[in-house]
């Protein structure tokens, strides 16, 4: 029994920190606002969106946008503003690029 409680919390703390996200439409109901900048140097978060939840990322830069708000790990609005955001990112073409460019702000999405 204890090595089943062990386990349990295990897969709940691997859980906790995947990139499935779902895009809000209210400011208000976003955990994190977001802006999209047009050059990579700009970015704080270098962002993959990848095909299957299975491959989200564990806060590393691959999201997987999800089509319900209760499957996400975090709710994200994006805002038309840079000096609105939260966060700024920049969606790249290839997964391996994918990846924080200013770690101080990882803590934004834990």
Known sequence: MKTL???????????????KIFSVDYESRADVKVFVVDYESRADLLVYKVDYESRAGKND??????????RADKKVF??????R???KIFFVDYESRAGWKNSGKKHILY
């Open 85 to 87: 955001a939260d966060l």
């Open 5 to 19: 409680l062990i386990v349990f919390g295990l897969c709940l703390s691997l859980n906790s920190f995947s990139q």
């Open 78 to 83: 994006f805002v038309d503003y840079e000096s």
């Open 61 to 70: 830069g691959n999201w997987f946008f999800v089509d319900y708000e209760s």
